[in-house]
């Protein structure tokens, strides 16, 4: 039997569908139980500098499914080609049963990622919430913290706003009482929970603006050891990321702060496996608390699940 095949809007049908935090949950919990597999991602370099591609990897037993979303980076003269698409293979047939457009399932799962932390790490009486970038990711981010906390307040900094009425008035509608900043210092100062969401190599905020206790999240992107994030702020936080298997080898910080400020692997004081199975210390008040998110073949592997059984179920 061939496989099925989903494009972006296809895909974009059916995630409404999907429960992205449990979803996420779940998979996160089995691989606390051994129940699934994350290898490391590779990242295969083209030839003459033409571009790359990364291949996340995954095996989910309860599923049945193992598979791998590539993403590559084709460099073309007036901009880059991005794209990427997830391949589910059936555990017991060995045969491929999903090929889809993984470009929304990414951004759901950074998202969807983001936010677990959220809920598991930032203050339960949170109230001030600081977003940096306003693309789709960010707003991603916003939709899916938006009900996690009773937020007071939310800012919003990022340069594409400055000129841009349009995207300007899409932040507004969907979160009537934001605040537009004139600069990401003034976003993140006394901030409770700060979201990083931008495709930025080089930090984005001043680590001196963020108070103890406060939550910072950051994301990935393509560039070569790209960091949200002075690497030396690893040193004054309490540190935690998606799995410490594989994130402290290639987030840029991380590998940054290992190489040139003596900060260590083993001062991780937890991932996202441990904390669902609350098998690793909780973050306290007395310093800012990091969560850095890689992305991991897994996350893709069970968002692309729920999305084949939600195509199933609806043909059926």
């Given at each position: 039997?061939?496989?099925?095949?989903?494009?972006?809007?296809?895909?974009?049908?059916?995630?409404?569908?999907?429960?992205?935090?449990?979803?996420?949950?779940?998979?996160?919990?089995?691989?606390?139980?051994?129940?699934?597999?994350?290898?490391?991602?590779?990242?295969?370099?083209?030839?003459?500098?033409?571009?790359?591609?990364?291949?996340?990897?995954?095996?989910?037993?309860?599923?049945?499914?193992?598979?791998?979303?590539?993403?590559?980076?084709?460099?073309?003269?007036?901009?880059?080609?991005?794209?990427?698409?997830?391949?589910?293979?059936?555990?017991?047939?060995?045969?491929?049963?999903?090929?889809?457009?993984?470009?929304?399932?990414?951004?759901?799962?950074?998202?969807?990622?983001?936010?677990?932390?959220?809920?598991?790490?930032?203050?339960?009486?949170?109230?001030?919430?600081?977003?940096?970038?306003?693309?789709?990711?960010?707003?991603?981010?916003?939709?899916?913290?938006?009900?996690?906390?009773?937020?007071?307040?939310?800012?919003?900094?990022?340069?594409?706003?400055?000129?841009?009425?349009?995207?300007?008035?899409?932040?507004?509608?969907?979160?009537?009482?934001?605040?537009?900043?004139?600069?990401?210092?003034?976003?993140?100062?006394?901030?409770?929970?700060?979201?990083?969401?931008?495709?930025?190599?080089?930090?984005?905020?001043?680590?001196?603006?963020?108070?103890?206790?406060?939550?910072?999240?950051?994301?990935?992107?393509?560039?070569?050891?790209?960091?949200?994030?002075?690497?030396?702020?690893?040193?004054?936080?309490?540190?935690y990321c998606d799995y410490r298997e594989t994130t402290p080898d290639s987030a840029g910080e991380m590998v940054i702060a290992k190489r040139d400020h003596n900060w260590n692997t083993?001062?991780?004081?937890?991932?996202?496996?441990?904390?669902?199975?609350?098998?690793?210390?909780?973050?306290?008040?007395?310093?800012?608390?990091?969560?850095?998110?890689?992305?991991?073949?897994?996350?893709?592997?069970?968002?692309?699940?729920?999305?084949?059984?939600?195509?199933?179920?609806?043909?059926?």
């Open positions: 039997m061939l496989p099925t095949i989903l494009n972006e809007s296809a895909v974009a049908k059916l995630l409404p569908r999907i429960d992205v935090q449990t979803t996420l949950r779940n998979m996160f919990a089995e691989l606390a139980a051994k129940k699934a597999v994350q290898p490391a991602q590779t990242t295969t370099l083209f030839p003459n500098s033409k571009g790359d591609v990364i291949t996340y990897q995954g095996v989910l037993e309860k599923g049945n499914v193992f598979g791998a979303k590539l993403s590559p980076y084709i460099a073309g003269e007036a901009h880059a080609t991005v794209t990427a698409w997830t391949c589910l293979m059936s555990m017991q047939t060995g045969q491929p049963i999903l090929l889809c457009d993984s470009s929304m399932l990414t951004t759901e799962r950074t998202a969807g990622t983001t936010a677990l932390a959220v809920d598991l790490l930032s203050k339960r009486d949170s109230k001030v919430l600081t977003i940096i970038g306003s693309g789709e990711i960010a707003f991603a981010h916003w939709k899916h913290v938006e009900k996690l906390r009773d937020w007071s307040e939310v800012r919003l900094w990022s340069p594409q706003l400055r000129d841009n009425a349009d995207k300007r008035q899409k932040w507004s509608n969907a979160c009537p009482h934001i605040k537009f900043t004139d600069s990401a210092e003034i976003a993140a100062k006394d901030a409770d929970v700060i979201l990083l969401c931008t495709s930025s190599g080089k930090p984005v905020i001043d680590t001196v603006e963020i108070s103890d206790g406060a939550l910072v999240t950051s994301i990935s992107t393509n560039i070569k050891h790209a960091h949200e994030v002075p690497p030396e702020f690893l040193n004054q936080s309490q540190v083993d001062d991780l004081m937890g991932d996202l496996p441990e904390l669902v199975s609350k098998q690793c210390a909780m973050p306290n008040r007395t310093s800012p608390v990091f969560f850095r998110s890689l992305g991991l073949g897994l996350e893709d592997i069970a968002i692309a699940n729920e999305i084949y059984i939600s195509h199933t179920n609806q043909q059926g």
